[in-house]
């Protein structure tokens, strides 16, 4: 029979190779869109009232990753839009991201699956989709919290 690690190893590769659900692929892809429009009005002019719709006042973006003490961490630079020169940078591991997740996904109504998906081997390529796919979490973060917070603005 087999043993114990090799049934965990064989669930875990099913798992992985599982589709992820239409409601995760949703919720990739609108991670995705807020990357695209971030990334189209770091390029282009755009009005105040553009800013606010893309989010609001705060940029965030995860521009590297390092290797420390056997993990990996992820740099978070944060700015706010009207003085981006004034940025604060952060370093945090992929669990941080979980916790993070875990603590705001309901008030903010994000999904409680957690958007960016779990690696067994965490190669250079892995990390590097993994800083896009952060990034583009955070920003979707930041705009849900401007909805909620324009929302109790007007109750």
């Not at 029979?1 to 599982?18: G, I, K, V, W």
């Not at 991670?31 to 390029?43: G, K, R, S």
Request: aromatic share 6%; net charge neutral; charged share 25%.
């Amino acid at each position: 029979p087999p043993s114990m690690q090799s049934e965990l190893s064989m669930s875990n590769l099913s798992d992985a190779l599982a589709p992820p659900p239409e409601t995760l692929v949703r919720y990739q892809e609108e991670i995705e869109a807020h990357n695209a429009l971030d990334a189209v009005m770091e390029v282009t002019e755009h009005s105040p009232k553009a800013a606010r719709q893309a989010g609001g006042k705060i940029l965030v973006s995860v521009p590297s990753w390092s290797d420390a003490k056997g993990h990996t961490e992820y740099l978070i630079s944060t700015s706010l839009r009207a003085r981006p020169a004034a940025c604060v940078s952060t370093a945090h591991r992929f669990s941080d991201f979980l916790r993070l997740h875990e603590e705001i996904h309901s008030s903010l109504g994000l999904l409680q699956e957690f958007p960016v998906p779990k690696a067994l081997f965490v190669t250079d390529g892995v990390k590097k989709h993994r800083m896009r796919a952060l990034q583009g979490y955070l920003r979707h973060a930041l705009a849900a919290a401007a909805r909620v917070h324009a929302r109790d603005d007007t109750a």
